[in-house]
């Protein structure tokens, strides 16, 4: 491809011949990235605490005083085939009893209890997946040796509740973004389109091919695509930081993710998106026009 | 070489442009176009140039039948020709050099032969000292030899000229006629759109005259039976 330099320098003058519209549209671009960017991060982040409290999140299972021990087996092996279970432990009311008298400092008291124990036998329960965790519990409460549940359900609950609220907030918001800023490239192209008509008659006229004619604009889409993501890339940095300054690093006790730990993946992110919205719009506008004009040399 | 067979041509909106045209036109040739404003002459010249299509019958150029041509094969056809418009269309931020230069580089020559090609073209029809100014420094007869000069750069073996002198005087527009006489002698077939009756008589070559979209008269020797 011998002439892509010239094709690129074309690419690059153009937006600088036309500064004022690019910048309009770098502006709106940059507000787009921004907003989808934050948006990500955000749910990221959600999604991340939502993972830690999952993990944490330990439900202790309380079964029947008169359970045998064939009994705990079975609701042992019930809990461990059950699909959103990550974790079973069996704590016996024994244990209990031993750990509940170790940590009020008296022997006395496991001998003496330990004929007529008060406490119960017991799993302690890890879920994989929190979003389903109302429904894991339905299942656990339906096992006849269950007797109750003990689960902090709130919190696991709201936290579901966010993810799922941000997830098809933030998917229309993108769509809609990605709309607007496809809108607004290809006005843009499409005014130097209009202001390059002239030459791109004369370019039909000599026989140059579509692709020729095409690239350079392309080019200037991919460019304002490129200045926009490096803008935004900053942006976000600078107001990620500051949050996070704000936040202390945690909501909830939980941790946030750091923006040393994902720069590079906004970063490409960032570019991937601004550069492919860039050269989709302008794709747009030019194939309309050389469709619309039918290569036309005179115009 | 160009071929009209039984070429029809009705506008979009009905009207009646070019009706039931028979003409050959051999390579080498050169061919006055003439009429009256309406007849059918930049319609003729148009089908050439694959801008519009015949509604009816058969236009071939130089190999090309275009009925039969895609659309990405139409930069080629284009190529074989150079077509010379009445406004000139250069492009006024280039000085004179880049404006020839651009129609090469559109096509993808490489730098070295740009800078061979366009000063011997620009010399070609009298402009080498003129290689940098810009098209609001020339006179109307200086833009449209820049404008023939961007034509010929690539080397077509047909030129194509609506009306080149309808926007510059009598004396400038003979300079530029001798010009395209003096590029024909050299090979290249050229066709000629024009209303300078003074012109046509000048250089008695070919004339076809077209009247309400038909073939009126096509003199091999010049001039316009009476
Ligand atoms: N794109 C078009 N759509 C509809 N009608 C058209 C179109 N182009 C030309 N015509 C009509 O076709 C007829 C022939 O037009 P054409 O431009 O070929 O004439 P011409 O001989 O070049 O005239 P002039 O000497 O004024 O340039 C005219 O009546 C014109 O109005
Ligand atoms: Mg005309």
Same mark, same amino acid.
């Given at each position: 491809?011998r002439n892509?330099?010239y094709?690129?320098?074309?690419?690059?003058?153009?937006?600088?011949?036309?500064?004022l519209m690019?910048?309009a549209?770098?502006i709106?671009?940059?507000?787009?990235i921004?907003?989808t960017?934050?948006?990500a991060?955000?749910?990221?982040?959600?999604?991340?605490v939502?993972?830690?409290v999952?993990?944490?999140?330990?439900?202790?299972?309380?079964?029947?005083?008169d359970?045998?021990?064939?009994?705990?087996?079975?609701?042992?092996?019930?809990?461990?085939?059950?699909?959103?279970?990550?974790?079973?432990e069996?704590?016996?009311?024994?244990?209990?009893?031993?750990?509940?008298a170790k940590?009020?400092?008296?022997?006395?008291?496991?001998?003496?209890?330990?004929?007529?124990?008060?406490?119960?036998?017991?799993?302690?329960?890890?879920?994989?997946?929190?979003?389903?965790?109302?429904?894991?519990?339905?299942?656990?409460?339906?096992?006849p040796?269950?007797?109750?549940?003990?689960?902090?359900?709130?919190?696991?609950?709201?936290l579901?509740?966010?993810?799922?609220?941000?997830?098809?907030a933030?998917?229309?918001?993108?769509?809609?973004?990605?709309?607007?800023?496809?809108?607004?490239?290809?006005?843009?192209?499409k005014?130097?389109?209009?202001?390059?008509?002239?030459?791109?008659?004369?370019?039909?006229?000599?026989?140059?091919?579509?692709?020729?004619?095409?690239?350079?604009?392309?080019?200037?889409?991919?460019?304002?695509?490129?200045?926009?993501?490096?803008?935004?890339?900053?942006?976000?940095?600078?107001?990620y930081?500051?949050?996070?300054?704000?936040?202390?690093?945690?909501?909830?006790?939980?941790?946030l993710?750091?923006?040393?730990?994902?720069?590079?993946?906004?970063?490409?992110?960032?570019?991937?998106?601004?550069?492919l919205?860039?050269?989709?719009?302008?794709?747009?506008?030019?194939?309309?026009?050389?469709?619309?004009?039918?290569g036309?040399?005179?115009? | 070489?160009?071929?009209f067979?039984?070429?029809?041509?009705?506008?979009?909106n009905?009207?009646?442009?070019?009706?039931?045209?028979?003409?050959r036109?051999?390579?080498?040739?050169?061919?006055?176009?003439?009429?009256?404003s309406?007849?059918g002459?930049?319609?003729?010249?148009?089908?050439i140039?694959h801008?519009?299509?015949?509604t009816?019958?058969?236009?071939?150029?130089?190999?090309?039948?275009?009925?039969?041509?895609?659309?990405?094969?139409e930069?080629?056809?284009?190529?074989?020709?150079?077509?010379?418009?009445?406004?000139?269309r %250069?492009?006024? &931020?280039?000085n004179?050099?880049d404006?020839? !230069? /651009?129609?090469? +580089?559109?096509v993808?020559? @490489?730098?070295?032969?740009?800078?061979?090609?366009?000063?011997?073209?620009?010399?070609?029809?009298?402009?080498?000292?003129?290689?940098?100014?810009?098209?609001k420094?020339?006179?109307?007869?200086?833009?449209?030899?820049?404008?023939?000069?961007?034509?010929?750069?690539?080397?077509?073996?047909?030129?194509?000229?609506?009306e080149?002198?309808?926007?510059?005087?009598?004396?400038?527009?003979?300079?530029?006629?001798q010009?395209?006489?003096?590029?024909?002698?050299?090979?290249?077939?050229? %066709?000629?759109? &024009?209303?300078?009756?003074?012109?046509?008589? !000048? /250089?008695?070559? +070919?004339?076809?005259q077209? @009247?309400?979209?038909?073939?009126?008269?096509?003199?091999?020797?010049?001039?316009?039976?009476?």
């Amino acid at each position: 491809m011998r002439n892509f330099g010239y094709l690129l320098r074309e690419g690059f003058r153009s937006v600088w011949k036309n500064r004022l519209m690019a910048a309009a549209s770098i502006i709106v671009l940059t507000a787009c990235i921004l907003i989808t960017g934050l948006a990500a991060l955000v749910f990221i982040n959600v999604n991340y605490v939502f993972e830690q409290v999952a993990h944490q999140n330990v439900v202790v299972v309380w079964l029947q005083r008169d359970v045998t021990d064939a009994d705990i087996e079975a609701v042992g092996d019930e809990l461990n085939a059950m699909s959103n279970v990550s974790g079973v432990e069996f704590l016996s009311k024994e244990e209990i009893l031993d750990r509940y008298a170790k940590e009020m400092g008296s022997e006395e008291l496991y001998e003496a209890l330990k004929e007529d124990n008060p406490m119960q036998d017991s799993y302690i329960v890890t879920f994989y997946d929190l979003s389903l965790f109302e429904q894991t519990l339905d299942d656990i409460r339906d096992l006849p040796q269950t007797e109750s549940i003990e689960a902090q359900t709130k919190l696991a609950d709201q936290l579901s509740q966010l993810r799922n609220i941000l997830m098809i907030a933030g998917a229309v918001v993108v769509v809609l973004l990605v709309l607007v800023s496809l809108f607004i490239i290809s006005n843009t192209i499409k005014l130097t389109v209009y202001s390059r008509r002239l030459e791109i008659g004369i370019m039909k006229a000599v026989g140059a091919t579509n692709f020729f004619i095409r690239t350079p604009f392309v080019v200037e889409g991919a460019v304002i695509g490129l200045l926009s993501a490096l803008v935004a890339y900053l942006v976000t940095w600078l107001a990620y930081d500051r949050v996070m300054m704000l936040f202390g690093g945690e909501v909830i006790g939980m941790g946030l993710l750091s923006f040393q730990s994902m720069w590079w993946i906004v970063l490409l992110a960032y570019l991937a998106g601004g550069v492919l919205t860039g050269m989709v719009g302008s794709a747009i506008s030019m194939g309309r026009y050389l469709k619309d004009e039918g290569g036309d040399p005179t115009l | 070489m160009i071929e009209f067979n039984g070429v029809h041509k009705v506008y979009d909106n009905g009207k009646k442009a070019l009706d039931d045209v028979n003409i050959r036109i051999e390579k080498g040739e050169f061919v006055f176009i003439v009429g009256k404003s309406g007849a059918g002459k930049s319609t003729f010249l148009k089908l050439i140039m694959h801008e519009e299509s015949p509604t009816v019958g058969e236009v071939i150029v130089n190999d090309f039948r275009l009925s039969k041509l895609r659309r990405r094969q139409e930069p080629m056809l284009r190529r074989t020709m150079g077509i010379v418009f009445q406004d000139f269309r %250069l492009i006024q &931020t280039m000085n004179v050099f880049d404006n020839v !230069a /651009f129609a090469m +580089r559109v096509v993808g020559a @490489k730098n070295r032969e740009i800078h061979k090609r366009v000063p011997y073209v620009l010399q070609l029809v009298g402009l080498q000292d003129k290689m940098k100014s810009y098209p609001k420094e020339l006179s109307g007869g200086e833009q449209q030899r820049v404008s023939l000069a961007r034509a010929l750069v690539n080397n077509p073996s047909l030129i194509i000229a609506d009306e080149p002198t309808g926007n510059i005087d009598p004396t400038m527009s003979m300079e530029i006629m001798q010009l395209l006489v003096e590029i024909n002698r050299l090979g290249t077939t050229v %066709l000629v759109v &024009t209303h300078a009756q003074a012109l046509v008589d !000048a /250089f008695q070559k +070919r004339t076809i005259q077209i @009247k309400d979209g038909r073939v009126e008269s096509d003199t091999p020797e010049g001039g316009v039976p009476a």
